[in-house]
């Protein structure tokens, strides 16, 4: 993915507010900038729930569940092939396919905290035109106040493209975007951290290594060694400010 100058200055946009006119507020945060099409919007017009959408380069995002009818049910099934096939599983996980019911509760879930929580740490589904690419999450360690654990999952036809990077590099922006739009987790506290956790032979592990998170280690998750990262928001900020850091990501 060719990541610009341009492309990081965006990133230090304020949040803007204004009314809409059919009443309520729209935060609209990094309005679309130059070619790059990099913005973050959230809806959250009256009794409506919280909406989320993401523009990068190449995809196109959205809140997980909170669509049209025939839009939620296509994500739904296109998750229900991702977690129930062998090969994608393999490397997630416990390394093996999950139930339908175990996926359809998951999805639930993160459609709940859209929809009646109006939580912004929750799960995106990524679009490059009509084409599904994937799905990624930022969900609340209920144990760890203020943190959240990013993950990932995406179809094998699209791995190796850069989509992985691509959405990864929300990372430096997302987590102060929603504390300075005022959303927080459902237990009502701002965004502190982000971690993440992937096996080493994981093109997800690669990725984090690539754009410079930190990883902490390694530990055992679900039988299986899992490099663990981990970054506070204000470290996440700072690469953007900093000159070094940010020629560093522009070279990455």
């Known amino acids: 993915m060719p990541i610009t100058d341009d492309f990081l200055e965006a990133l230090k946009t304020p949040v803007v507010t204004w009314e809409h006119p059919e009443g309520g507020l729209l935060k609209i945060i990094n309005p679309i900038i130059n070619l790059n099409r990099f913005s973050i919007e959230f809806d959250d017009i009256g009794t409506r729930s919280l909406k989320a ?4 380069p190449r995809l196109q995002i959205h809140s997980l569940g909170c669509e049209d009818d025939e839009t939620n049910n296509r994500d739904l099934q296109f998750l229900l092939g991702l977690y129930g096939s062998q090969e994608i599983m393999a490397k997630y996980a416990y390394g093996v396919p999950l139930a339908e019911d175990i996926v359809k509760n998951r999805v639930k879930y993160f459609t709940d ?3 009646k929580f109006h939580c912004p740490l929750s799960a995106f589904m990524c679009y490059s035109g009509d084409e599904q690419i994937g799905m990624f999450n930022l969900s609340p360690i209920s144990e760890m106040p203020g943190v959240a654990e990013f993950a990932d999952i995406s179809a094998p036809q699209h791995w190796k493209k850069g989509f992985a990077s691509e959405i990864g590099l929300l990372l430096y922006k997302y987590p102060s975007v929603i ?8 237990t009502g506290a701002n965004l502190l951290a ?3 956790t992937a096996r080493p032979d994981n093109g997800s ?11 902490k280690g390694e530990i055992e998750k679900y039988g299986a060694p899992r490099k663990i990262f981990y970054n506070t928001v204000k470290e996440l900020e700072a690469v953007v400010q900093n000159t070094k850091l940010r020629a560093q990501l522009l070279a990455s």
């Open 179 to 186: 504390n300075k739009a005022g959303y927080t987790d459902i």
């Open 53 to 56: 959408y993401i523009y990068t």
């Open 194 to 196: 982000v971690t993440a």
């Open 205 to 215: 592990a690669i990725v984090m290594d690539r754009l410079g998170l930190t990883c």
């Open 113 to 115: 905290e859209w929809q």
